[in-house]
């Protein structure tokens, strides 16, 4: 192939249509017809990323191996592609600016006027350029955050213009937008979308395709219609109704000919059928479970669907590699008390203790942890998590009455979980954490090593605070053991009870590594020891 394709997904009328689900399934279909591509999420505010932003803001905080933290699209984007993402992959509004800044302040404009025109629109367009040069990708999927219309979006869709116009045919727009249905009146209404398209039209980019995200199928009359109105032709109008599990999307798009339609107009061949089976095998399975289980996810925003997503993703992955339905049921632990306890809990074949920040709810965690040590409930700590069932052991098993984590106090004199060294003179929140992904060492003869039946594997970490490393012959005296270890800094980043059914606690964070084509060992294994006899 000559040149890279550039594809651009931009979305209208409301937020939270799917955007990053419809370029992740385009995505798919393209790879699953042999094609090398990658996806790129432009977000348009002007935090320098996600890292610093409260969940209930904008949902996870997903980390890729190079340590960027990242929107929570990209954790789509690699479930589906099966292909790490990097910094690349995420751009903010934030970023551009700061790079342009730094720019100017240097020199490098030769004392020009920096303006939003050219200025901010070519660091969009170098941006966007970059991520198919670095690996030599046939197509990049660049999906835009927020909606049409919005003034920080602006920008973005100039450069859309921009480079429609500088590519030409190696290019091409797919605007996402919604057909209501008004049950009063029992009609699709197709409004919106004509002044969604017609507010992109004042923008100057024209778009190619129309996914049209609907509850109810779509009449040919409708799609005339739109075609009509839109400046497109009927066969670009693509309907995207509601689905069971985001997982049907990309069968549904491929039945709606949206990957084939995408590359005739990039004059790519069609002539190879996407291959689709381990796909379709996922979703049999997803669908014909042969026993279901219920697991409680302990955390503190649990009302939040998307602050612990790739947990949830990671499970349906888990749950269909075991023939399983995993119902998982949400806790928050600032509601779990000494008194109410066993009431919340015995129901549960499995409890997972959430990774977070912060002191909230925190003893609630600590009560859970314990609750499934005691009752041999199989248990997945995961960061903070792992920092909960260590602190659990330590306050009832060593009975150090006052150990505690020095992130949630800082006067405990036993500090078993602590600041890590590196940390200690940081001062700012941004990018500032152990991020990325690190080698573990894993010990033979344990629940680890059984678990990835190899020696040493990589994970991704987002944390300030560790295991303190003073107090590790003690806990192995006592029946907890650390079973993985940093290579480099001899960090303890697996502890497991090997008297206990189940019980393991990470640091790291595995449910950023679980795809559907890989779904992680450590949930797979989890999952396993909840439905085992």
């Not at 050219?118 to 990708?137: A, S």
């Not at 004509?194 to 009449?219: C, F, N, W, Y």
């Not at 059914?501 to 992680?520: A, D, L, M, R």
């Amino acid at each position: 192939m000559s040149s890279t394709k550039y594809i651009f997904v931009t979305g209208g009328v409301t937020s939270s249509l799917g955007k990053g689900i419809i370029s992740a399934s385009l995505a798919k279909l393209l790879q699953a017809r042999g094609y090398r591509v990658t996806i790129q999420k432009l977000d348009p505010y002007l935090n320098i990323d996600p890292g610093t932003l409260n969940p209930y803001e904008h949902g996870e905080c997903y980390v890729t191996e190079d340590g960027a933290e990242t929107d929570l699209d990209l954790g789509h984007y690699e479930r589906f592609l099966n292909i790490p993402t990097s910094q690349a992959n995420n751009v903010t509004t934030g970023r551009i600016y700061q790079s342009v800044i730094n720019k100017e302040r240097r020199g490098d404009y030769l004392g020009k006027t920096v303006q939003i025109i050219p200025h901010i629109t070519d660091e969009i367009k170098r941006r966007i350029k970059l991520v198919g040069q670095k690996k030599k990708f046939d197509v990049v999927i660049t999906e835009i955050g927020g909606t049409v219309g919005d003034i920080e979006s602006f920008p973005y869709v100039e450069a859309v213009r921009q480079l429609k116009w500088e590519f030409g045919s190696d290019c091409l727009a797919i605007h996402l937008t919604l057909v209501p249905y008004l049950s009063a009146a029992k009609e699709l209404k197709t409004k919106p979308t004509q002044h969604s398209v017609k507010m992109l039209l004042e923008s100057g980019v024209q778009p190619d395709i129309l996914v049209l995200r609907t509850e109810k199928a779509l009449t040919l009359d409708i799609k005339k219609k739109v075609a009509l109105f839109c400046n497109v032709n009927i066969n670009s109008v693509i309907e995207s109704i509601d689905a069971s599990t985001i997982y049907e999307v990309p069968l549904l798009m491929y039945k709606e000919k949206l990957d084939s339609t995408v590359l005739t107009k990039l004059n790519l061949p069609t002539n190879k059928d996407p291959e689709l089976k381990p796909w379709k095998q996922f979703l049999y399975k997803l669908k014909n479970p042969k026993r279901e289980v219920t697991i409680g996810l302990v955390g503190k925003y649990i009302e939040l669907p998307d602050a612990y997503k790739s947990i949830t993703e990671s499970f349906i992955h888990a749950g269909a590699a075991n023939d399983c339905k995993v119902n998982l049921v949400s806790i928050y632990s600032g509601k779990i008390t000494e008194e109410n306890c066993n009431e919340k809990l015995k129901d549960l074949k499995g409890i997972l203790v959430a990774p977070g920040f912060g002191h909230r709810g925190i003893e609630g965690k600590i009560l859970a942890v314990k609750y499934a040590r005691e009752n041999n409930i199989p248990f997945l700590g995961v960061c903070l998590g792992m920092q909960c069932a260590v602190v659990e052991f330590a306050r009832n098993v060593l009975n150090l009455k006052d150990a505690n984590s020095s992130e949630m106090d800082r006067q405990t004199s036993n500090p078993v979980i602590d600041i890590m060294e590196e940390q200690k003179n940081v001062l700012e929140k941004g990018g500032t954490m152990r991020l990325g992904a690190y080698s573990c060492k894993l010990k033979k003869d344990t629940k680890a090593f059984e678990i990835y039946n190899k020696n040493e594997t990589v994970e991704r970490h987002r944390h300030r605070y560790e295991f303190n490393n003073n107090y590790l012959a003690d806990f192995e005296k006592a029946g907890m053991i650390g079973s993985g270890f940093n290579t480099e800094t001899n960090l303890v980043e697996i502890i497991e009870i090997p008297k206990h059914k189940w019980f393991v606690g990470v640091q790291f964070h595995p449910e950023y590594k679980s795809t559907v084509i890989n779904p992680h060992p450590l949930f797979v294994k989890f999952v396993k020891a909840t439905i085992s006899e």
